[in-house]
């Protein structure tokens, strides 16, 4: 298979005094965060990272979903630390929920999902350190491993276990929020309450998503505004009463153009005046 580049390749090549292999299919990467084509046997590890609020747990659950669509079997992992939403089910901050299983520590992950295919772990930072061998052990058992977690505390520091995690996956997939104070793509986690604590479960009342030039650790006054419901502001069109004048409507009311008059053009009889009659020629009668 040629590439748009072949041509080029070639060129250089015959500049070189060689010819280019033509028969020779050049290799192709796929730059992709999520495999396309699942293999029976053959396990790796994906990872969802990001800041708060960057929709981590939400793309867990669409993977896991998927998987379960296609009539895999899914187990779904929690920490037994993450109670906000719900005792044992996955809950993302928009409410999307899946059932879990809860676990108190990362060994315990290899108990709970014997007979799964896909292995399904969510804030993933609040496990201990033996998760980077359990992930590992799952993938070389021929499981498909996907975990989403913080990959950074509340002073931009990395959170372990996430960096021997994304050491070790074959897939990564980094989030964003948007910074609650400038609008711009967010990956840092701002704490707005005081507390020293590495690990500090909460929301939206003790946490925001920070751009970088928007981070101020370790704790920062919150910047967040007013939760606005959908379509609040949108205008519902009313099909009773007449349909709004547009802006080209406003502008020639405010601006009328009278209409352009036509004067009828005067003659300049002076040149009529001067003007030499045309005297009818003889006429011949011989």
């Keep these: 298979m040629l590439t748009p580049f072949s041509?080029?390749?070639?060129?250089?090549?015959?500049?070189?005094?060689a010819d280019f292999p033509t028969t020779q299919t050049p290799p192709v990467t796929n730059m992709?965060?999520?495999?396309?084509?699942?293999?029976?046997?053959?396990?790796?590890?994906?990872?969802?990272?990001?800041?708060?609020?960057s929709g981590k747990t939400e793309e867990l659950i669409r993977r896991a979903r998927r998987a379960q669509f296609a009539g895999q079997r899914v187990v779904i992992v929690k920490p037994e630390?993450?109670?906000?939403?719900d005792e044992v089910n996955v809950v993302s901050h928009n409410a999307t929920a899946l059932p879990g299983i809860v676990a108190a520590t990362a060994d315990q992950i290899v108990l709970m999902t014997g007979n799964a295919?896909?292995?399904?772990?969510?804030?993933?930072?609040?496990?201990?350190?033996?998760?980077?061998?359990?992930?590992n052990t799952l993938a070389n058992s021929g499981k498909r491993v996907i975990i989403a977690g913080l990959d950074m505390d509340f002073e931009?520091?990395?959170?372990?276990?996430?960096?021997?995690?994304l050491a070790i996956a074959e897939y990564v997939t980094k989030l964003h929020a948007i910074c609650a104070e400038s609008g711009m793509p967010a990956?840092?986690?701002?704490?707005?309450?005081?507390?020293?604590?590495?690990?500090?479960?909460?929301?939206?009342?003790a946490y925001e998503p920070r751009a970088r030039h928007c981070f101020r650790p370790p704790v920062d006054a919150p910047k967040r505004k007013k939760t606005i419901a959908f379509n609040q502001y949108a205008e519902v069109a009313d099909p009773k009463k007449p349909a709004?004048?547009?802006?080209?409507?406003?502008?020639?009311?405010?601006?009328?153009?009278?209409?352009?008059?036509?004067?009828?053009v005067k003659k300049d009889r002076r040149v009529e005046k001067n003007k030499p009659v045309k005297k009818d020629k003889p006429v011949d009668h011989s």
């Design 117 to 135: 295919e896909v292995i399904c772990i969510d804030e993933a930072q609040f496990f201990d350190n033996r998760l980077v061998d359990v992930a």
């Design 156 to 165: 931009g520091k990395p959170f372990e276990p996430m960096p021997e995690l």
């Design 7 to 17: 041509g080029i390749i070639t060129r250089l090549y015959q500049a070189g005094g």
């Design 81 to 85: 630390i993450d109670k906000r939403y």
């Design 244 to 264: 709004a004048a547009s802006n080209t409507d406003e502008v020639q009311k405010n601006n009328p153009v009278e209409p352009e008059q036509h004067k009828p």
């Design 187 to 205: 990956n840092y986690s701002q704490r707005v309450v005081e507390s020293e604590q590495r690990i500090l479960v909460g929301e939206s009342e």
């Design 32 to 53: 992709i965060s999520e495999p396309t084509i699942l293999s029976k046997n053959i396990g790796w590890i994906e990872v969802v990272c990001g800041g708060m609020f």
